[in-house]
């Protein structure tokens, strides 16, 4: 369950304050996954930051019975000057991992990103999908209850693109996700439930097929 109580989230912009939520109360219901749809600029992100932690609201909170990830995808914020296994060491002893199962997991983090000797340089020299790759591995090392993917897309070629869903898919037995994606095809394949962030509203829609057809009505 997902409960947000009251919650405002706004930004200050030279053309006033920009609102991505204002006094929202709404509940996402168990067990289900959840497509984030809105135009660009509305504050898709900012809510995956708001739900995983990362950010706070200005006012109000958000309740959850989850266990949730930090937001994967092409603009996270793993450490650039560190490399790929200094960045996985320092998320594995924040997860509260014993050390002596570190060591185990940074090799399956290496064998499943596929990154080679580009495992032990500095993350400011991987190209987006090399990037995106780790990020998805770190993730995966973990158990959550609950994934958010905000614009990952396809990770890597064909054959690393079927090895990651098929990881996702074992971690969906006992998780959910929660998605960002301009491609609505994915969001309709992956996803049971909608909601439509628009001009500081969350509205909540029972299909995905429901909630992009009231997207579209706002082009």
Known sequence: MIRFVNATKSFRTRHGRKYVMRNVNL???SGVNVAF???NGAGK???LRLLAGCDIPDEGH???TYAISWPMGLANGLQSSLTGRENARFVCRIMGMPEEEIDGVLAWIRKFSELGDY???PIRTYSSGMYSRLNFAVSMAFDFDCYIFDEMGAVGDQDFHDKSRQVLQAKQDDSIII???HDLDELKRDCDVAV???EGNLT???TVEAGVEAYLALQ
């Open 45 to 47: 992100s900012t809510i």
């Open 119 to 121: 495992f032990d340089m």
């Open 196 to 198: 439509l962030v628009h």
């Open 204 to 206: 909540l829609f029972d």
């Open 179 to 181: 998605k960002v994606s």
């Open 27 to 29: 509940e996402i219901p």
């Open 62 to 64: 958000i309740e959850t």
């Open 37 to 39: 749809i809105g135009r």
